[in-house]
């Protein structure tokens, strides 16, 4: 990983494009989360920037921005209203951007490095991100499309079925717990739709 100053043909990102993108009063409620450290972890792989931002709860949101010629294409953030990434957190991490370029870690296609990973690698790893989110564990009985577990044998809705009521479960039942249980059972979806287009 190397820190670099992005290449001069790229776009360069105004208050203007921001506001644009978040509207005048998402700018203006971004400012002090870009000014106050709340974004950190700021990374680029090629247009893409990716940031976590310190919001308003425990763990911080995870926010994204692919850039293209006419300023900001696509943004996410993980906040209850980031969808479409028209939030403050989204504005924040672009305001970083606009005014230290330089702070974004270049870093590789995630697809790129875990190729040139060895199985004892790969397992070290799974090891250690089972340690930091024991609730993983629950993917290693998912068959998945388009891989040897998810051709052995038809994928039984049992597996997915459990991971659904877990969803609701682990959610808690404060006014954002809805949010976390949409991401979750969005990627069961994402599963079955994988599994559809191989038409098991």
């Known amino acids: 990983m190397t820190t ?33 450290g709340s974004v950190f972890d700021t990374k680029r792989e090629g247009p893409v920037l990716r940031a976590r931002v310190q919001g308003q709860m425990a763990a911080p949101y995870r926010v994204s921005a692919s850039l293209d010629e006419s300023g900001v294409r696509t943004a996410a953030c993980s906040c209850p209203v980031g969808g ?46 089972l340690r930091r989110a024991p609730e993983l564990e629950v993917l290693l009985e998912t068959p998945l499309p388009g891989t040897s577990s998810g051709k052995d044998a038809p994928a039984s809705a049992d597996v997915y079925r ?29 599963l079955g739709d994988g599994f559809l287009k191989e038409g098991n």
């Open 4 to 36: 670099t100053a992005p290449s001069p043909s790229w776009p360069k990102i105004t208050e203007r494009t921001i506001k644009a993108r978040v509207g005048e009063k998402g700018l203006a409620k971004g400012r002090p989360y870009a000014h106050n």
């Open 162 to 190: 459990r991971q659904a009521e877990s969803a609701f479960r682990l959610a808690g039942d404060d006014w954002r717990a809805s949010f976390g249980v949409a991401a979750d059972l969005e990627a069961i979806k994402d």
């Open 84 to 129: 479409g990434g028209y939030c403050k957190h989204v504005a924040a991490l672009l305001l970083v951007y606009k005014e230290a370029p330089e702070s974004f870690v270049e870093v590789e296609n995630i697809d790129v490095v875990l190729k040139r990973r060895s199985k004892e690698d790969l397992i070290a790893l799974v090891h250690q991100m």
